[in-house]
Every structure is written in C-alpha cells, then in structure tokens.
C-alpha cells in the first residue's frame, strides 16, 4: 500500500507569506513543481502560487515586487500524509483540484504530490484493461499555434486570452516542432530573461509525441521516466489532434470506467451544491473515517480545511462513536438532533460499500433558524446504480418540488412533485401536460405564459426574483397554492435546469394582507390618502404622455360633525361606512376612491372628462340623499370636480376640486360644483 508520504515533493516547494512575487516565480523556476504553497508563520498552508497565476501576472502587468498574498488567495485542500494514494486520488478528483498538499497530524505543510506522482506510483492493476489514449481523449481540439518568431510575450497572451496551459510551436512551413507551456514560461520569469525574446531562443523544442492508439500504460511509463506532466497527441496520419496531461491520466486511472457514467456521478454532486443543507461524504481509510467530499454549503459553514479530517474531529468523538455504531447495526441513521458549535442539526446518514469502500453520506439540516433555511435543489444523473438511488433519497426528503427539465421535458422530479400532481412518474405527468408551466394559473398576480411567450423559462428569467412566483392547483384539495421559482443551469453551458418551486402560500397570504392594511382606510375599508396620491401622480404621467382626459370628484359629508355630536361616534362611523358602500356600488372598477381624511372623500376618474363626471358625481349626491339610518334620514353631500389639463401637477388638481367644493358648500351644501 502506497501512502501519500511516499511520493511528497519537499525541495522548493514553500515560501513565506510574506515574500513577494518575485521571490515565489524564482522559487517556482527551481521547482519541479507546477504549483508552490504560501505558508503562514506556524508553516500552515494558505494557498497556492501557480505557473497559471503567473501567466495572469505576466499579461496584467503586475508589479513583481507587489507582496504574494496580494495576487492569490485561494482556498486549499489539504490531505494528511497518512492517507492512502487512492483515497488522495480522490480527493483530487471529487473536489476538482490539480495536487495533493500533504500536511502533518498538527496540519503543518510537509509537501506536494502532484497528478503525475499519484500515476506514477499507483498500482499495476489500475491498467490491466489496457486502456488507449483515444480513450481518454474525447474529441478533436482547436490547437492554439504560434510561429518560432514570435516572442514570448505574444505566447502568454494566448495562454491568458484561452486559458490553456500550452500554445504549439510551428516553423516557417507551419510544421509543429515543439509545445510552450506554462513551466517554460516560470523558467523565463526566474532567470529574468525579457518577454520580447523569441521564442527559437529559449525554446528547446524536445517535442514529446504519442500516438491515439498508443497503450496509455505505455504513455504513463513514458512521461514518469522523463518526469513531464505533457505530450501532443498524434493522429493516424500524425496530425496533432489534442494535448495529452496528467490530469487527463488521472481522471481515468482507476482503469476503464465508463467514462460517460463518470461525468454524470460528477454532474449529480455539483447539483448537490444547490442544495441548501450541509452534505458530507464519509469514506474509510485506514479504519478511520475521513471526510473526502464536502458540498458548497459545507463549504460555507466548516470551510475547506474540514476535509481529509475525521468526521469525530466536527461531530466530536463520543457523539460520533454512537452514530456510528447506530449506522453500522441498522445501515442508516435519520433525524438525529446534533450541535456542532453553536448551530443545531437534524442530521440523516445512509450508509453503502461503493467499489468495496465503506461510506456514509451525511445530511445536516439547520435547525437552528428553521424559517430561514434554504430550500434545497438536486437534479437527476444516470450513475452507478447505489450512489444514484442514494442521491434520489436526498432530493426525495425536500418538501419543495424540485424538477430536471429542458424547459419543456420532465426528466427527473422528487417525490413531493409527483405526490402534489398525484401521478408515479415523469411520463405520467406529460400524458396530461406538455409542460409544467401548462399547469401555472394565469391569474395577474403570478407568472404565467402568454401567447407571445415561447419559453416560459427564458420569460420568467427576465423577471426580478421577487416577481418569480406562480399559482398551481393542488388538484387533491383544489386549493390554488403559490410557489417561489429558482431556476439554475444543471451545468455550466448546459440546456438543463434544476428547477426548484418552493410553496409560499402562507407568505404570499400574510404580504397580500399586509399591503392591504397599508393601502386601506380601516373604517370604511377603501383606499386610503396614501394610496390614492400614488394612483394620482400614475395617472397625471400618463394622461401628460398620451394626452387622455382624467377627472379629480372631491366630496364632504354634510354637518358630519352634527352627527358625531348628536347620536355618538360610533353612529358617525355608520354613516362614514354607509357612504362608501353607496359610492363603491355605483362607480366603475377602474376608479380610485379613497378616504381624504375625516368625512372627506376623493375619486379619480380616468378616460373621463368633467361632464361625465359631473353626471356621475350628481347620481352620487341623490343616491346618498336617500340614504336612510336608523335615527338619520337626512345625509348629504357636497361635490366639487375639476378635469386634468396639460401642466396640471398633483396640487393644483386637488386644489382647483377643493376650490370647486367650497362654492358647494358656500352655495347651500348638498350639491355638485364644476
């Protein structure tokens, strides 16, 4: 058994925090390394320094003398080097990284093991399905080329403009005659040669070369014994076809995996990064149970560092030690209460042999602020029979209905979709619909599809977030629910979203009420003065614009204060109430009517010029007149009305109507004034 110890690079592979740029490319130059580690003052990694960043400092300009820290801050991944090489390779893979940064039992750096160590020492079997190179390579790439003649700072600007890590070389008869990579460019940088320098003379064009069909075992001893992590491969014709790296090797070196299944396994847990709940992968090494894959949630919570730590170092080891005895007698563990600092967790384990290794998924489900945990999301993968059914328990215990789609095409949906449509499948659901958003209620409050939309994904993405909500029928209860939308990409660049619809009924409810009390007078339930002036300066914009005649009714109620003064307030707040019943009856939808203040009434009348509401405003008058209360049978009420012309603003509208209603009343009361 091979141990990460076992292969650490440890010469020049460090520098200070404190040291400048300059002095980690010249550390970089005399590394066999791609990539060095700054330590802090107790020798504990912070990041790394790469020939990658140093290409971005080449084609930024950047002064060399800046300090290190200024130009990387990376989070790193560290691993103890106790741990085994398959277990690094990992890591390696399932956290997306390019080397393993070994550290101690007190987490202070030792050194680095790289892709090409990793291949170079792992075991015999992992190739004795004599795997090709074709195999590895998926498709034909566009090389990026470049001339002998050029310099070398024409060669950085394509490696920064593609973010690649190698340009090929040609001569004058555009013949391929070696690879400039990012390790030729950290040499340059080290003995201070200057960028303008031609590529022939610093070039020493040892162009390693294989072919498509070559053994990729064969490939592997080859680059191990001449220590390089690159090579161009050839077709048939030799022809350069694409680029062949350690990191390519080392993604395939457990032998010959079906690769399209590995892509997937990787697509699901990048959507287990959606999820809001805390996802740790377990795995034994050694008879200890590391933590090798954490998700971005975790990540947010614990940080990096947690990774390749035992589980018993977060969970602590007494809890831990019962967990697990639980989860190896019953094989899963579910709704456990569990503090870890000062957050509490409701946490569920399922426990599987994956390739022979035991591992335990963890779900911690916050607790500690129940109401503001986020709604998780996770999305369909055609994987390895136990780790996908495991991933669809995960997405099977959200309450929200979470959906893989195309925009049209249901692909996958967790249980709480198919028990709200009360069908057992995605197939099911498509003999009814067309598309989930044939189910959205059109109703103007919620999103909807309308005739000129076509993708009703694309439509709602324009939207703001909060204006993301549709209403579904709950056909079981015929009860319209409403739903808060997140949509995001399964993958980058990819046509399939993870659709999340998250039930906000209660919350819409309780908004809706809340802007009620806030835009409602709470006697006499119409609209207040608030509300009423907003409505006002819409309507003056809009009539200012498109030249359309609106009217301004202001009203009194007659000797109101005789009321209050003779039968009681509360007889006063009657007829208050009494009035507006009568007035919201004979008005049309479209109108704004809302309390002024007091016994003081406004209605704005768009689309209307002042004779018409001068006949409306006296029907009102009449049917008020016959206004008949117990103890009361002598209400009035005095009108005056003015017609918006062009300059008109908010005060001079209400002013002229205020005018209007002071002749009604000086004039005898109980009549209407233009």
Known sequence: ????????????????????????????????????????????????????????VLTNKIDLSRPI?????????????????????NVLIDNNIRRVVAVDDEDKFIGIASQKHIIKYIEEESFKTNILVSNIISQKLNLITINQNKTVNEAVSLMAQYEISSVLITDNQNTTIGLFTEKDVVHISSSNKSLSTPLYEVCSFDLQTVRHDDNLKDVVDIMSKKDISIALVLDSQNNPTSILSTRDIAHNIKGNYNKFLETRLKGVKSTLNYIGELIIEVCSDNNKQIIQWINEASINRFGHQIIDKEISSVIGIEEWCNIYTEIRTNQKYTKKKIQIDEYFYEMI????????????????????????????????????????????????????????????????????????????SPTQFHKSYNCICDTFVAHPSFFHLTPDDKNWIDTILQLPEKDRVVSIVNLKTIEPKAFSV????????????????????????????????????????????????????????????????????IFDIDYFK?????????????????????????????????????????????????????????????????????????????FGISEYTQGDTEKTLIQKSDECLYRAKANGRNQVVI
């Open 1 to 56: 058994m091979v141990l990460v110890k076992n292969i650490l690079s440890t010469q020049n592979v460090s520098i200070s925090q404190y040291s400048t740029i300059k002095e980690a490319v010249e550390i970089l130059g005399n590394s066999s390394e791609e990539a060095i580690v700054i330590l802090d003052t107790d020798d504990k990694p912070i990041c790394t320094f790469t020939e990658r960043d140093l290409i971005k």
């Open 69 to 89: 820290l200024e130009i990387t801050r990376k989070n790193i991944i560290t691993v103890n080097h106790n741990r085994t090489l398959e277990y690094a390779l």
């Open 349 to 424: 384990c399922s426990y599987h042999f994956i390739s022979n290794k035991e591992t335990i998924l963890m779900i911690l489900r916050d607790v500690t602020d129940y109401e503001d945990r986020v709604t998780c999301e996770v999305l369909k993968r055609e994987e390895k029979e136990k780790e996908l059914a495991l991933l669809q328990n995960v997405i099977n215990q959200q309450s929200s209905l979470i959906i893989v789609s195309n925009g049209t095409k249901i692909e996958l949906v967790n249980q709480s979709f198919l028990d709200f449509y009360d069908v057992s």
């Open 486 to 553: 997140q949509i995001n990409n399964l993958l980058p660049n990819s046509n399939r979203f993870v659709i999340t619809l998250t039930d906000i009924t209660d919350i819409k409810l309780e908004s809706q009420k809340h802007y009620y009390h806030a835009t409602h007078d709470t006697l006499t339930k119409i609209y207040n003065r608030s509300f009423f002036l907003d409505k006002l300066n819409d309507e003056i914009t809009a009539s200012s614009r498109y030249k359309t005649p609106f009217s301004l009714v």
């Open 562 to 638: 005789k009321f209050n003064d003779t039968y009681g307030h509360l007889k006063g707040d009657e007829v208050l109430v009494s009035v507006c019943e009568v007035v919201n009856l004979n008005i049309r939808k479209t109108d704004i009517f809302a309390r002024w203040g007091g016994e003081e009434f406004v209605i704005l009348l768009p689309h209307t010029t002042i004779q018409k509401a001068e006949i409306l405003a006296e029907n009102l008058r009449k049917l008020i007149e016959k206004i008949s209360l117990d103890k009361i049978n002598n209400i009035t009420a005095s």
